[in-house]
């Protein structure tokens, strides 16, 4: 009886495909939503785990505050002296791995006739270990060019497509505005930033050739921010407040003073990422669910119009011996297979949404097939709740005069 219904039931949707499938449509919208938002969500937050933790994980990042002139009004960002950073060195050790102070500027590059406009950084002697960086070719600055004016760089792997294509760089020298240095590295590929940042689109070279060289605004005393990596199992939050008890010292600002510095942490960042999709996910998918409601409402519509057009059917069933219980289990099946028809349509959909979305936005393409079975419990669930008037409505005709019907 249970295989025969199932028979009726995909016979009824394949005579009026076209009314089923505008019946199913919320249905299908709305499985395809959910599931897509929500592996979507998950793409993004790994995508931003990721990100971090190319950054490094366990990294503080010390902004200047912005200066303020005499009405209030914001005039730039104060800058950090290599004095300030020695000192901020020396009260910080045995509690760090590792520091580096960070400037950078926009500078136009040139090589072989191609030109591109790309970020230019000077760092300091433990950059690539403070923010969890390496070469993937060539080597790093050595000590001792760090000491000099040194006529010598390091490139992201963007800047090497852009400028070098399928050449090999290294030794090769490069144009940085009128300045002209040797390639000495390739850095490691790092892919998208946190922020949406292409990390590998920079130039790198020491500190003292950025300060003296590149920008000509710049000096050792002009330093725009400190990366600082943390020791396994130190407190971060705790140590941001001891950066900015140390820097307030050192600058003489009173504790009832807003503090001229910003302490950015990156478990910090994660956290609040992580929160913020998940809430965009929650509120996407509740949105979405809506459609769910409508398609519902559109399997009870076609089920109580099925019910009036099949009257006469139902009374020839009830009269040569079907039982309520039958003829109701016979339109709730129909009401079933229809929810679940949508639902795999809604699923097979959200595949293609999901790694459209994944290659639009270039992060990882991550299906769970978990997420997908749940929703097509959820299509049941709608079958049945959706689909039990009618059936009932069905089961209770009474034969004479549903024989009578016209």
């Not at 990156?266 to 992580?274: A, G, V």
């Not at 299509?379 to 024989?403: T, Y």
């Amino acid at each position: 009886m249970i295989w025969n219904a199932f028979l009726i039931a995909f016979r009824q949707i394949f005579r009026n495909f076209l009314r089923s499938f505008l019946t199913i449509l919320g249905v299908i919208i709305g499985v395809a939503s959910v599931v897509a938002m929500v592996n979507f969500g998950r793409a993004t937050t790994q995508d931003i785990t990721q990100s971090i933790a190319n950054l490094g994980s366990n990294l503080l990042i010390v902004f200047p505050s912005r200066a303020l002139d005499s009405r209030g009004v914001s005039v730039g960002r104060l800058r950090f002296s290599q004095n300030e950073v020695d000192l901020l060195r020396s009260r910080l050790e045995g509690k760090i791995a590792s520091l580096s102070p960070f400037s950078d500027t926009s500078a136009l590059l040139q090589y072989g006739g191609k030109n591109v406009m790309g970020l230019v950084a000077g760092v300091g002697e433990e950059y690539l270990q403070t923010t969890n960086s390496s070469i993937a070719q060539g080597r790093e600055f050595e000590t001792e060019e760090f000491r000099q004016i040194s006529k010598v760089c390091v490139i992201g792997n963007s800047v090497k497509k852009e400028l070098f294509g399928e050449q090999n760089p290294l030794g090769s020298y490069l144009k940085i505005g009128s300045f002209v240095c040797e390639v000495v590295g390739i850095l490691k590929e790092k892919g998208q930033g946190a922020m949406g940042q292409d990390q590998d689109d920079i130039v790198l070279v020491p500190l003292k050739t950025f300060s003296s060289l590149i920008n000509s605004n710049a000096s050792l005393n002009h330093i725009k921010r400190v990366y600082i990596s943390l020791k396994d199992g130190v407190d971060s939050t705790k140590m941001s407040e001891e950066v900015i008890g140390i820097l307030r010292e050192i600058r003489g600002v009173d504790e009832r003073q807003k503090a001229p510095f910003e302490v950015m942490d990156t478990k910090e960042i994660l956290q609040m990422m992580d929160s913020t999709t998940k809430t965009m996910t929650i509120f996407i998918t509740a949105v979405a669910s809506i459609s769910l409601l409508v398609g519902g409402i559109g399997i009870m519509n076609m089920m109580l119009v099925s019910v009036s057009e099949r009257t006469r059917e139902i009374g020839i069933r009830i009269a040569i011996g079907a039982t309520s219980g039958e003829v109701l289990l016979q339109f709730l099946i129909e009401s079933i297979v229809l929810s679940v028809f949508g639902g795999v349509l809604g699923v097979c959909l959200s595949v293609g949404a999901t790694y459209a979305l994944s290659q639009y936005f270039k992060m990882p393409f991550i299906f769970d097939i978990g997420i997908a079975l749940w929703a097509l419990m959820f299509c049941i669930v709608i079958g049945v709740v959706f689909g039990f008037l009618p059936a009932r409505r069905a089961s209770k005709l009474n034969p004479i005069e549903a024989l009578r019907y016209e």
